[in-house]
């Protein structure tokens, strides 16, 4: 006899025609930025770029109740967390993006309403005006009931060290929402080394910008101001965990000769308290064994990264973990379920029906 193990998968992108028609006229537009590589690729087909378009996952991130659903469907996915597709709204000027990202979070929180137990949604902001971000905030957690916060690294080369964005920080806090830092491409800063060779992308590039943001953030001292302030990270901590050791031991030298600011805790304990890592795109056992022996257990959650990563082979990947039964439930579901505030299938008649199949 086996039982169905919920799976909800937390790292599932989307968008909405209007993003995709904004982002559309930054490709064509002056920015300077590497992401444009990526949203040319993705969103202006026009151009006749081999790379993405050809890929279409434009097709996959504007499509929710039909196809995703179906496959969904077939491989017993249960729920797909979904948030705003990178770079969300973070390119735009503060009241376009402001105004998007209103309108990304009333369409992501109607499609959860829509299939309660297929979908839930992270909100969307526009941290260039913190303020009114902070209102979306409580809107869409308070109003629409979604299950936390999407972001989408920096924006306009700036990090949530700054603070400028900590009313964002301190929202998030109150209202016990975990704020996704996912990946865009590295700001303009950063970017010098990382735009031959396709490394500007998920390859390397995204890795190197979300691990920066995370460290300046840890280092900074930000979470002695925000004990309780959650950040997911995806792709298996995007090598934070396997560095951790090293950020440790060095903050605290650079901290013992002022070029850092001192912290009430060290850089591994905040790992450990303030942040939850997904699966997200990195499917090797072994990178998970690790991450789960240096992490734990109650930090890891299942992610497939829809629709830049197939799903079948995430199901697969977590199928097969080499974690025993009980600890499988946790990454699949439990995680999620307790993090994202995704009510658990807990009722009688839902235990009965999974120990009847
Ligand atoms: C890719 C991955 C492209 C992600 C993306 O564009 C996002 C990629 C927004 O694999 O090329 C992602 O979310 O991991
Ligand atoms: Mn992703």
Same mark, same amino acid.
């Given at each position: 006899?086996?039982?169905?193990?919920? @799976?909800?998968?937390?790292?599932? #992108?989307f968008?909405?025609?209007? !993003? #995709? #028609?904004?982002?559309?006229?930054?490709?064509r537009g002056p920015s300077s930025s590497l992401d444009k590589l990526l949203v040319k690729g993705i969103y202006d087909?026009?151009?006749? $770029? %081999?790379?993405?378009?050809?890929m279409n996952f434009l097709d996959g991130l504007l499509d929710i109740e039909q196809r995703r659903l179906a496959e969904m469907d077939a491989l017993g996915v249960d729920m797909h967390l979904l948030s705003l597709t990178a770079p969300g709204v973070q390119m735009f000027d503060a009241d376009a993006a402001t105004e998007l990202a209103t309108l990304a979070n009333d369409r992501l929180a $109607?499609?959860? @309403?829509?299939h309660p137990t297929r979908f839930a949604g992270l909100a969307t902001f526009a941290p260039q005006s913190p303020k009114r971000a902070v209102k979306e905030m409580e809107r869409a957690i308070r109003g629409l009931r979604l299950n936390g916060f999407i972001l989408n690294s920096h924006t306009h080369g700036e990090?949530? $060290?700054? %603070?400028k964005y900590w009313p964002v920080l301190e929202a998030a806090e109150a209202l016990d929402a975990c704020i996704y830092i996912h990946p865009r491409a590295a700001s303009d800063g950063l970017k010098g080394p990382l735009q031959d060779y396709g490394m500007d992308s998920a390859m390397w590039g995204y890795g190197v910008e979300v691990g920066t943001h995370v460290v300046r953030m840890m280092a900074a001292g930000v979470f002695d101001h925000f004990p309780k302030l959650k950040i997911c990270i995806g792709h298996m901590g995007e090598a934070i965990p396997f560095w951790i050791w090293r950020i440790t031991f060095m903050n605290s030298r650079a901290q013992n000769i002022g070029r850092a600011p001192r912290t009430k805790l060290s850089m591994a304990e905040y790992l450990q308290r303030n942040f939850v890592v997904t699966t997200s795109g990195v499917e090797d056992p072994l990178a998970l064994d690790y991450t789960i022996r240096k992490i734990g257990i109650d930090n890891v959650l299942w992610a497939i990264d829809? %629709?830049?990563? %197939?799903?079948?082979? #995430? !199901? $697969?990947f977590m199928d097969s973990a080499p974690v025993t039964e009980s600890q499988r439930a946790q990454l699949y579901h439990g995680n999620a379920? @307790?993090?994202f505030h995704i009510a658990p299938l807990a009722t009688r008649a839902a235990r009965q029906t999974a120990q009847r199949t």
């Open positions: 006899m086996s039982t169905h193990l919920r @799976r909800i998968a937390t790292e599932e #992108a968008s909405i025609p209007e !993003v #995709a #028609a904004e982002l559309q006229k930054v490709v087909h026009s151009s006749g $770029d %081999p790379g993405y378009g050809r $109607d499609v959860c @309403r829509r990090y949530l $060290d700054d %603070p829809y %629709p830049y990563q %197939p799903q079948k082979p #995430a !199901v $697969d379920e @307790r993090i």
